[in-house]
């Protein structure tokens, strides 16, 4: 079954505490971003990447890092989390077929920092 | 950032009833993508738009790629109660995928 991974589904922790949040994709799709998503303010990207070792901002990458050295997996890492990065994260991927672009999700991760 | 706006925020709807949503930008985007979410869960895409006047259907949903490539809108004929859920416009910014912006949602309720 073609699906985008994420883990964990939720996350408690504390400021400052170091964390990842996987992404895995079984599709060989070149393209994965990292989302949050605010009441009201819809998704917003935070990284994108385009291919392994490939990796651009996106709207708000302020407080997290990327990488990407395998096609498949894309982790989130947030080095010294804080309150306002409590949210819900969303990785996506897409693939490069023909002219078609379109995005798949994966369930999400609730990130609580307190 | 690029910004899209949405409208209407939220709606109410009777079951049977047609819906429309439209998404507007003051920037061209290349790609026009569709998003249902439901609670707890990731987006899922509904309609993919690639050109300028485009008209697209998936079963009861159809959508329209803008002339100037600024807009869309999704229309919903024949409501149920599954199409509850929150609907998301989506624009693609380059050729390659690498980038998008989304809008802030609308909120579809319907009653039975």
Redesign the interface.
Known sequence: EAQ?TQNPRYLITVTGKKLTVTCSQNMNH??M?W?RQDP??????IY?S?NVEVT?K??VPEGYKVSRKEKRNFPLILESPSPNQTSLY?C?S???LR??????????TRLTVT | GQQLNQSPQSMFIQEGEDVSMNCTSSSIFNTWLWYKQDPGEGPVLLIALYKAGELTSNGRLTAQFGITRKDSFLNISASIPSDVGIYFCAGQLGNYGQNFVFGPGTRLSVLP
Do not use: I, K, N
């Open positions: 985008v070149e393209y971003s989302y009201g303010l819809g998704l917003r990207q994108y385009m651009d996106g709207d969303f996506a897409s693939g490069h002219y078609t672009y379109e995005q798949y999700f994966g369930p999400g």
